[in-house]
């Protein structure tokens, strides 16, 4: 008879031949992390299925890892019961650890849960892909026969770049795709974005319907009472509909995940005329290819999610910018009855000027006017005998650069889009969901062109110019403050706030929605890579208690997670805890239909920044009829008023627009 150490030696060259999966190893795996959203918390990998030692130590080893030999007291156990645990010991001792750190020696043969360390590092900056990443450190999930092989970083496990529609022939809309049989698919990589400006081949292709996903965890076929499936948070990035892409390392999914205890997963769907151009006349040509996409992948996370730790009847969507634009078209489809349970509205574009389409909703031939005639002008496609037939041959690079005439709407199809706006003053089919939305309070400051120039020269550059002149006349309006504050003010309010104050007002009225939290955020990083006008947006004297401009798209790192990540500097000492925050505060809303995360949640987590902040700030209220709304700040945060409701007035954006 074989001796116990040369059996288990046997097992663990075996299991290191292949690429590990929680079906080949029999049990559910974990990353636990007390991830403070910094490189330097140390990781470990859960195997929640009981073994006894000798499995367990193969077990690690065909994740090319050993027994847990870091600091147990640093992980959050105390979620995952009370143990013990199966660890490293010296000696040959079989070790075990309980949820409270304290080791102690136990039978070799009892079967218990075990800790594996996780030597991974974690991925960073806009390459954050597993190319580079060995067999050791690749992971396999089947889903509908499929295996998709991804890998693992320090906090998550990474899936990036699954198909998750058939490449649809140009201007029809998507279908799932389904993968033959015994498939094995590559996910080390993300795939290429959807063609915009500035962007092609390989980097952009037409064949870009792909994501993305981060999890802490991966079922087995096995049950597992001590994991659940988590709930899933699917990202619509910004652009105003025609630029972006879901594989952007600001909005990398992984701290979310590992912080949160969520899915995330985000996508890429079309973009401009590929996206979204309808015309008259042309029955196969009525637009919202987009909406469509998004709704497709939709129908992917439903039917595959559970495989990657996923629970598919909770699916959050959250998008910024256009991506929250996006998400107000999904909300008024018909198509998308049961399919999400919450929704986050970052900043969504809405309300005067260069915003009014967004968010008011053109018929086709109204959108034929705005940008169907200039497309067909510029590419000579307006007296062919088939205008769909002379776009398709056009080339995709070319159309996609029209970004001044880019078809970037929802327009009226009758099918994916039947309303003239997000109907929340009852008048049409609105999602019952959960629903938060909100703005950075100076969200116009990176829309203007410069401090520099004239105030209707800037508000030109919006189509405000004849909305600034009645706001400026109104008096509402602080006349002593400089011409700048005042401008991003009026772009502010007329772009963002006024429409989303009118929505919340009206959706609470008509009770259109499940429940509703609003939001205004006061803390936020400049993008390196969309520097606003000369710096505006950040804190000149390097502090940011000192008043600078909170602007559009300054929250994106904040909510996922990243400023450590990609390389924003710490500017003092709540930068990171508001991060902390705000990604609680997203994630406990994904949970629990709520945004501020539970007690015991922070509490087995750690999580002491966010308590203390919490403390701090108070109970964050749904949006009722009082019209109160949370000020996200780390010093001082809580309940307010809504603020700006005699100058959206003065602006003819009342907060009782809808009900006009």
């Not at 987009?290 to 559970?306: E, M, P, Y």
């Not at 709407?409 to 997000?422: A, K, N, P, Q, R």
């Not at 007002?505 to 006061?522: G, P």
Request: glycine share 10%; proline share 6%.
């Amino acid at each position: 008879m074989r001796s116990l150490t040369a059996s288990v030696f046997l097992t663990i060259q075996s299991l290191a031949t292949a690429i590990p999966s929680p079906l080949f190893l029999k049990s559910p795996l974990t990353i636990l992390s007390h991830n403070t959203l910094s490189p330097s918390p140390p990781s470990a990998i859960l195997l929640s299925t009981p073994q006894t030692h000798g499995s367990a130590i193969a077990s690690c080893a065909a994740l090319n890892e050993t027994l847990f030999s870091g600091n147990a007291t640093e992980l959050p156990l105390s979620e995952y019961g009370e143990g013990p645990f199966w660890v490293f010991g010296l000696e040959k001792a079989c070790m075990a650890v309980d949820a409270k750190g304290r080791r102690k020696a136990d039978g070799c043969g009892r079967t218990l849960p075990a800790l594996c360390n996780n030597s991974a590092g974690e991925k960073v900056g806009t390459a954050a892909d597993g190319q580079g990443v060995g067999q050791e450190g690749r992971v396999v999930v089947r889903s509908k026969g499929v295996e998709f092989v991804g890998y693992r970083d320090k906090f998550t496990f990474r899936f990036l770049g699954l198909r998750y529609a058939s490449t649809p022939a140009r201007f029809t809309y998507s279908t799932l795709h389904r993968p033959g049989p015994n498939s094995n698919l590559s996910a080390l990589s993300f795939g290429p974005s959807c063609p915009q400006p500035a962007c092609a081949s390989p980097r952009c292709s037409e064949d870009c319907l792909f994501l993305n996903i981060w999890t802490p965890y991966l079922p087995s076929h096995a049950p597992s009472p001590l994991i659940k499936l988590k709930a899933v948070m699917l990202w619509f990035h910004g652009g105003g509909m025609y630029l972006g892409s879901g594989s952007d390392a600001n909005t990398d999914g992984g701290n979310l995940a590992s912080r949160g205890d969520v899915v995330v997963v985000s996508i890429n769907y079309r973009l401009g005329a590929l996206g979204y151009l309808a015309l008259k006349g042309e029955d196969e040509m009525k637009g919202n290819y987009g909406v469509s996409d998004q709704l497709t992948a939709i129908d992917w996370i439903k039917a595959n999610i559970r495989d990657f730790g996923g629970d598919p009847e909770r699916i959050t969507v959250f998008g910024q910018s256009g991506g929250a634009v996006s998400i107000a078209g999904v909300l008024a489809s018909p198509k998308s009855r049961g399919n999400i349970e919450g929704a986050i509205m970052m900043s969504r574009f809405g309300g005067l000027g260069l915003a009014k389409p967004y968010s008011e909703w053109m018929t086709i031939a109204e959108e034929e006017e705005l940008t169907g005639k200039p497309i067909l002008n510029a590419t000579g496609c307006m007296n062919a005998t088939s205008k769909i037939e002379c776009l398709r041959a056009y080339d995709a690079f070319k159309l996609a650069d029209m970004a001044d005439i880019a078809a970037r709407y929802l327009v009226i199809d009758g099918e994916y889009i039947t309303t003239t706006h997000l109907p929340v003053d009852g008048s049409g089919h609105t999602a019952n969901i959960r629903l938060m939305h909100g703005t950075l309070r100076d969200e116009g400051g990176a829309m203007l062109p410069s401090p520099s120039l004239d105030p209707e020269t800037n508000l030109g550059f919006l189509n405000l110019v004849e909305d600034g002149r009645k706001a400026l006349a109104s008096g509402a309006f602080n006349s002593s403050a400089s011409t700048w504050n005042t401008t991003v003010r009026i772009a502010t309010d007329a772009q963002f706030r006024c429409d989303t104050y009118a929505t919340a007002y009206s959706a609470a009225l008509h009770d259109v929605f499940a429940a509703q939290y609003v939001y205004e955020m006061t803390r936020s990083f400049q993008m390196p890579d969309w520097p606003p006008a000369e710096n505006m947006c950040q804190p000149l004297s390097g502090n940011p208690r000192d008043e600078y401009f909170k602007c559009h798209s300054g929250d994106l790192v904040v909510a996922f997670g990243n400023v450590e990540r990609v390389g924003q500097k710490v500017r003092d000492e709540l930068d990171i805890p508001f991060s902390q925050l705000i990604v609680d505060s997203w994630a406990a809303f994904a949970r629990t239909g709520k945004p501020d995360p539970e007690e015991g949640f922070l509490r087995a987590r750690g999580y002491a920044n966010t308590t203390a902040l919490l403390r701090r700030m108070g109970k964050w209220e749904p949006f009722q009829k009082g019209m109160k709304a949370r000020k996200l700040d780390p010093v001082s945060g809580g309940m307010v008023g809504l603020g700006e409701r005699v100058q959206c007035g003065a602006l003819d954006y009342p907060i009782d627009y809808f009900e006009r």
